[in-house]
């Protein structure tokens, strides 16, 4: 039903008097309660995670400052149990629902500490923190503590960093599994693995877009999108080495995202859909007609494009998109 249709809806039930003003106004009282309680925690997320931040800068200029005078047990105390304090008492900070802003802050400043933590602590065992296998456990027992500490407590936060460390886990394991079989084409191998990368993260803003994960939904697809055009703009390379098949597979995937924003109704896939098919244009461009063309009608060409694209786009978003 459409806003048009409730409204007439509504005045004809004032009219009949089976809904009285009074308790309309009372659900539109309570509505507006609602959305001022809403904008006051975003406001309260935000200061709370710029203080993490800065908090943050404080221990990392600290911990910098007076490294050469720490020793090994020093070293690891002042990197990873840090972070295990901040964990801990995130976790504990947990069990109590109002004070789920300053526990998230904590499980932030735990997640920026324990990866550095975690390598000093090899470095200081006598381990080569550079080694592949080495990095491989740390992403491993990132992404398991952060992924356990979600399935305990349901944080969106706690998902955004198991994905982010499970993703950096995917790219060193396959690097030490598959680095030598690729050793010709090492930067395609590193584009192709951002490509499905950057698929499974738009694939699971989708699966969040139903259900309580959906504020995740917008950041997963923003780079998600990124991630797939600009490897695969990457892929295509530029003549007298380009590749054919990406440079003609590439319209067609951007201009997919874009038909796919009016499917899963996400500005997302329209914005992004719509700037990587722009910078195509310019691309293709400058490639094959700026010496034919001379600059001056090539960038004509490119502007015109970009126009009618952002009309497009606009157009889209007023037909599929507004609510």
């Known amino acids: 039903m459409t806003n048009p249709e409730l409204l007439q809806d509504l005045e004809k039930a004032l009219h009949s008097g089976s809904v009285d003003v009074v308790s309309v ?10 959305k001022k309680s809403e904008g006051s925690n975003k406001l309260m997320h935000i200061l709370s995670f710029i203080g993490g931040g800065i908090v ?5 200029f600290w911990v910098g400052q007076e490294w050469k005078h720490f020793g090994s047990s020093a ?28 526990s998230n802050t904590f499980f932030a400043i ?16 006598e381990f080569k923190v550079d080694t592949y296998s080495v990095t491989t456990q740390i992403s491993g027992i990132l992404t398991a503590v952060f992924l356990s500490a979600y399935f305990l407590f349901r944080r969106n936060l706690l998902l955004i960093f198991a994905i982010i460390f499970a993703s950096c886990l995917f ?28 698929l499974t993260w738009t694939l699971l803003g989708h699966a969040f877009s139903d259900s309580v994960r959906k504020p995740l939904t917008s950041f997963l697809y923003v780079f998600g999108i990124i991630a797939i055009l600009s490897s695969a703009m990457a892929l295509g390379g530029w003549k007298p080495n380009q590749s054919v098949f990406w440079e003609l597979i590439y319209p067609g995937l951007a201009l997919g995202i874009v038909f796919l924003s009016t499917v899963v109704k996400s500005r997302s896939f329209l914005i992004f859909g719509s700037l990587g098919f722009g910078a195509y244009i310019c691309k ?6 700026s010496d034919s063309l001379g600059w001056p009608l090539a960038l004509i060409l490119m502007g015109s494009a970009m126009i009618g694209i952002a009309f ?12």
């Open 25 to 34: 106004l009372g659900v539109l009282e309570k509505f507006t309660d609602t």
């Open 56 to 60: 943050f800068m404080g221990i990392a």
């Open 75 to 102: 070293k690891i105390l002042c990197t990873l149990g840090i972070a295990i304090g901040f964990f801990i008492s995130a976790v504990l900070l947990s069990k109590n629902d109002e004070q789920e802003v300053l």
């Open 110 to 125: 735990a997640a920026l500490l324990m990866p550095f933590g975690l390598g000093v602590t090899y470095d200081e065992l």
């Open 171 to 198: 790219f060193i394991a396959t690097d030490w599994m598959l680095k030598d079989q690729f050793m010709a084409s090492e930067s395609k191998f590193y584009l192709y693995r951002i490509f499905f990368v950057g």
């Open 284 to 289: 293709i461009t400058a490639e094959y007609f």
């Open 312 to 323: 497009g786009a606009v157009r889209i978003r007023k037909k599929y998109l507004q609510t």
